[in-house]
């Protein structure tokens, strides 16, 4: 019988059989515009509007999606003769799969349905704390991270320590900035056992330099969780090269798989700072199984990764990091001149990824992301959680067109002027 995680449809091979090859690493990557059309003509998009809000799950590519019908079509017919007798074995591939992309051992990682049931499994069952001990994080955080971090003085009975991201406008050596906020806050706060990390911040798009930070965390006797939800797939990276012992990840925004599809990670050796989930007894407590429970997840996605990590690996992290880049460039360069337009991302490439978010002078972020959709056709989408307030979040895709971020930069002169 063939591997179920091998199968795929006519659809799908057709089309990677149809994409050119990916392109070598060069200054001009991100801009190959002919290599960028052939990506594009993988999806399917609306024409009502330029959808600039895609940070809250990625669209599937067309040969995706036809591997995730297949497996609708099957999960529903067989049902239950399809995965009672081959599940465990499916999962176990899976989950070898799944590690083999992130750079790490399949003991260190396993499905869930999203980045946040993993990052609320490690916070509430992250067991290194005492009572009087502190645990850190920053406004930049995922706010349900920032509840469960709240969450741990009542169950820890610990001190838990918010800080301020400085925001980046006119500072040349930001990394600077906030690795020395970070440090500050450690040195303030010396009794800090846990950190919460953001890779991306969700709201701005700002990219933590996390190994820096983990390693300054680990000397002052802290262990850190890493929110990757918005950062594998985006970036080129292995999840190992955080330097993290925990991170919680997405495979449903930039590495395309369906709606449905997370991980966590606890790197070997850390598995037994993290309690069993409420006490589950399905797995040894020697098994990274034990320390979430999802439930029935949806089959058919999770038998749709496979194709979403061959798609992914197909086109290239590192040249799906500098399309994005590229696309982020093109309107924060020329809105950064813009009377009134404050960027939430330096220009440091360390530091960004396709998401950036902006505020425009004399106007809230809601009235600003209502213009440029009624006015200029343009999808953002406002986000909570800087303490300076609300942000406008831009995120384009791999289908997005430079003339689709050309006209936000143009948008944004408009307003711009109309503010000053």
Known sequence: MTDPLDVRTPEFDAALRALPATPAP?????TDETYWDAVRGLYRQTDAVVNLENGYWGAMAEPVKSVFHHWIDRVN????????????????????????????????????????????????????????????????????????????????????VRITIPEPHGQEHFRRTVVRTYAQALRTHPRTRLVLLSHVCFATGLVMPVA?????????????????????????????????????????????????????????????????????????????????HTGSPNFAAWLTVPAALELHGRIGPHTKEARLRALRDAWVKPA????????????????????????????????????????FGLFTVTRPGPDAGDVVRVTPALFSRMSDVERLAEALGVLSREAG
């Open 77 to 160: 017919d067989e049902t239950t003769t399809l995965v009672r007798p081959h599940w465990p074995g499916i999962h176990d591939g899976l989950r070898e799969r799944v590690a083999a992309a992130m750079g790490c051992g399949v003991e260190e990682i396993e499905l869930t349905r999203n980045a946040t049931e993993a990052l609320l499994a490690l916070i509430s069952g992250y067991n290194r704390l005492s009572p009087g001990d502190t645990v850190l994080y920053s406004d930049l955080d995922y706010p349900c991270g920032k509840d469960a971090m709240e969450w741990l003085r009542e169950r820890r009975g610990v001190t838990p």
């Open 26 to 30: 060069s200054p001009a990557l991100g």
């Open 336 to 375: 950064r001149a813009l009377p009134g337009v404050r960027i939430m991302t330096p220009d440091d490439p360390s530091m960004t990824t396709g998401i950036t978010a902006f505020r425009l002078d004399g106007r809230s972020a809601r009235a600003t992301c209502d213009a440029l959709r009624e006015r």
């Open 212 to 292: 820096e930070l983990a390693a300054l965390a680990r000397e002052a006797g802290a262990d850190v969780i890493a929110d990757a939800a918005h950062s594998w797939g985006a970036l080129d990276f292995d999840v190992p090269t955080l330097d993290v012992p925990f991170a919680a990840l997405n495979l449903h925004k930039w590495i395309g798989a369906p709606l449905g599809c997370g991980a966590i990670y606890i790197r070997r050796g850390h598995l037994a700072a993290v309690d069993p989930y409420l006490g589950d007894r399905t797995w040894p407590a020697d098994d990274i199984r034990s320390r979430v």
